[in-house]
């Protein structure tokens, strides 16, 4: 796998307010180490990093309200923010997509990642944080239809069981491989693991 110079790392959510009961059973204990160390090497590296957070209205109850100190960001993602060589942008959203967020997550990476990408090579971003099937795959499903090559390292995020219509549910790991399936069967992105895309950034 080719990771290019110019690829974003973008982390999506990674918040204190995932961390409560509310939300049910979680999936891959593993995200979190995965996510730091692909953080760590975009900042050796000089590459750029979006950190997208979601802001819940304040008078809501979800975790990720404005206000609520769930809304912050987990502490080894804050640890790590403006510690890179390379450019780094906060996104904050109030829906799925990072790409309906402010700023515009499309016109920064225009600038910055399309422009050092190679004479008709697709601009790259890599997709990490929480969670798999909600934010991170409407975010990939939005990237790959505005012509960016989605990277989606699958141990790099986690979700939660989650119940549906007619008496249907599945669980964390049932709705992940769903998300896997759904986007590189359809083409949204490469599915891939964290060593890939550690690997392939690290020989670029």
Known sequence: MEIAQSAALVV?????????????????????????????????????????????????????????????FKDFVEERRGKGSGRELLVTKSVNSA????????????????????DGQRAQIVIVGIQTNMCNETTARMGGNLGYDVVFPLDAMHTFDLEGPFGWAATAEELTRATAVSLHGGRFARVVSTEDVLKGAAAA
């Not at 979680?26 to 979190?32: D, G, I, L, T, Y």
């Open 99 to 118: 790409f309906y967020g402010e700023p515009s997550l499309d016109d920064w990476l225009k600038g910055e990642a399309r422009g050092g990408a190679a």
């Open 12 to 72: 999506v959510d990674v918040q204190k307010g995932f961390e409560e009961e509310f939300w049910g059973k979680r999936n891959n204990p593993a995200a979190e180490g995965n996510i730091a160390a692909l953080i760590d090497l975009w900042q050796e590296t000089g590459r750029p990093v979006v950190f997208v957070r979601h802001d819940s209205p304040a008078g809501s109850r979800s975790p990720l309200r404005v206000g609520h100190v769930g809304n912050d």
